[in-house]
Nanobody
């Protein structure tokens, strides 16, 4: 079973940018869709963005135009470029292929505050 390790989070001010990385423990080329999720304190897990192995992407309305998801199958890595960050983007960010997956990484904390 492929496992994921997320990195790249941090503490930033509103309007700044971050790039998250998600390193898989195995090949991802045969995984159809990979997604970034986030969970803020007291909130449910929310899918932020998804990318297929054909390059099709889809975003939550709250991040459209600000976030860009991509995958580099040769490196078994998924990225999330986040621009114009807002305080509502504060959350722990995870990547996975299925929200019902039983194995999740530690996630990476993104905190947006002035």
């Amino acid at each position: 079973q492929v496992q994921f390790v997320e990195s790249g989070g941090g503490l930033v001010q509103p309007g700044e940018s971050l790039t998250l990385s998600c390193q898989a423990s195995g090949n991802i080329f045969n995984i159809y869709a990979l997604a970034w999720y986030r969970q803020a304190p007291g909130n449910q897990l929310e899918r932020v963005a998804v990318v297929t192995n054909g390059g099709t992407t889809n975003y939550a309305d709250s991040v459209k135009g600000r976030f860009t998801i991509s995958r580099e199958d040769a490196k078994n890595t998924v990225y999330l470029q986040m621009n114009s960050l807002e305080s509502d983007d504060t959350a722990v960010y995870y990547c996975n292929y299925n929200p019902a997956a039983t194995t999740w990484g530690q996630g990476t904390q993104v905190t947006v505050t002035s």
